[in-house]
C-alpha cells in the first residue's frame, strides 16, 4: 500500500474555491475598514459608519461565498465547501479588521484626532472614548 501525497492537489482544490471575487471583495471590504476606521476617529457623535464595517467586513465576505456556492462549481464536497465559506473564507478580513483598528488607534496622530473630537463633543466619543493607545 503506498501514501500518496495530497498536498498539491489540496492547494489546487482551495485555490479554485477561492475565487478572484472573493479576493477582490476582500480587498474592497478591508479598504473600506482602513477608511471608516480612520474617519471614525474624528466622529465623535457616532454618526458615520465608524467602526461598523471593520466589524462586519467578515460577515459581507463570508456571504458572497456562500453566494458562490450557488454559480460556482468545484470538485470540493458541499460541507467542505460550507466549511470554507463561513470559516475559512472571512479569516483573512477578521485578520486585517483587527489589524486595521488595532494599528490605526495606536498611532498618536490618532490619538489627537480622537482627543480633538471628543473636546468638541463635550469629552464624550461614540467610538473611541475608551479605546485609543495612550
Do not use: K
Not at 20 to 44: E, F, I, K, Q, Y
Request: hydrophobic share 55%; with cysteine; net charge negative.
Amino acid at each position: 500500500m503506498t501514501v500518496q501525497a495530497s498536498g498539491p492537489r489540496v492547494l489546487t482544490a482551495l485555490r479554485d474555491e477561492f475565487s478572484p471575487w472573493l479576493w477582490a471583495v476582500t480587498a474592497g471590504v478591508g479598504a473600506l475598514a482602513v477608511a471608516t476606521t480612520w474617519h471614525s476617529m474624528g466622529d465623535a457623535a457616532g454618526d458615520g459608519l465608524g467602526l461598523v464595517v471593520p466589524i462586519a467586513a467578515p460577515a459581507v465576505v463570508s456571504a458572497w461565498a456562500v453566494l458562490e456556492l450557488v454559480w460556482r462549481r468545484t470538485d470540493m464536497p458541499l460541507p467542505t465547501r460550507l466549511f470554507l465559506a463561513c470559516i475559512s473564507a472571512p479569516l483573512p478580513s477578521a485578520v486585517l479588521s483587527a489589524l486595521t483598528v488595532g494599528g490605526l488607534s495606536a498611532l498618536p496622530a490618532a490619538r489627537r484626532a480622537v482627543e480633538e473630537a471628543s473636546a468638541g463633543n463635550g469629552g464624550f466619543h461614540y467610538w473611541w472614548d475608551d479605546g485609543v493607545v495612550r
